[in-house]
């Protein structure tokens, strides 16, 4: 019989698409998502996988994510990750990410970067890994790398986001810390959302981070803008502080009031 290519010689066999196709592949996606079937968007990810780029990738993972965590069924998760449409995305995402040129320092054509993951949707791919309980470590490492060395690319929520998912995930994004406490530190005022910094300082104490110039900077804008954090925050916030020992009455109790 003929053997079947796999996704990624099929891609390179459809590779040379302009932008406008990428941008018609994540309206399908979004359209398939929007009927509210996890199965659904599934098999048409199935279908259209071979057709897609690292941001078609990226879309089609979080609408999966969004969709297997809505607890419509039981078992939803547990069976969203058996599905085959699911594996095969997993699987693709995960050699595009260990072979994307800002991991492998290589130099791409203008194309190839339009078929590339931009760094930004990275944050996206981690978000949802944590969401589905995915602790594909070659993967998620490979992922905080590119993070790491393209740190100033992130919105401060994808910043917030990608933390997020590695302390939920209770992975240590080597070599990620770092950058994203000098990019921390050195934020104005109100460069970040107060929403965003509880956030961090929860995911900051979760994966055993106790830089006090860290926890320092964020107590004095937490303080500050106390009254914009919702119960959960607020929860997440002292917890954060307490588990790093970190002493700031003012801090405590203008998230108590």
């Known amino acids: 019989g003929v053997e079947k290519l796999s996704c990624t010689e099929d891609r390179q066999l459809n590779a040379r698409h302009p932008p406008q196709h990428y941008k018609g592949l994540n309206r399908q996606i979004t359209c398939l998502a929007n009927a509210g079937d996890v199965w659904i968007l599934l098999k048409g990810i199935q279908d259209l996988l071979p057709q897609m780029n690292g941001l078609n990738m990226a879309t089609a993972l979080h609408r999966v994510a969004k969709l297997a965590t809505s607890g419509q069924e ?107 406490t000098k990019r921390l530190t050195e934020r104005k005022r109100g460069d970040i959302k107060v929403q965003c910094l509880s956030t961090m300082a929860w995911s900051f104490a979760t994966l055993g981070c106790h830089d006090s110039v860290v926890f320092a900077s964020l107590s004095h804008e937490l303080r500050s803008f106390a009254s914009g954090l919702r119960p959960l925050e607020i929860s997440n916030s002292l917890w954060a502080f307490a588990k790093n020992r970190f002493q700031d009455q003012e801090l405590f109790q203008a998230l108590g009031d």
């Open 74 to 180: 039981p078992n939803m998760l547990y069976l969203t990750k058996k599905h085959p449409g699911f594996v095969e995305l997993l699987f693709e995402i995960e050699g595009h990410l260990l072979n994307h040129s800002a991991a492998t320092q290589m130099r791409y054509t203008k194309q190839a970067m339009v078929e590339e993951m931009p760094v930004q949707s990275m944050s996206i791919v981690a978000w949802s890994c944590a969401n589905l309980q995915v602790r594909r470590e070659p993967m998620l490492m490979a992922l905080a790398n590119i993070a790491s060395q393209n740190i100033n690319d992130f919105q401060p929520y994808e910043l917030s986001n990608l933390l997020w998912a590695y302390a939920k995930l209770s992975l240590q994004p080597s070599g990620l810390l770092v950058p994203i």
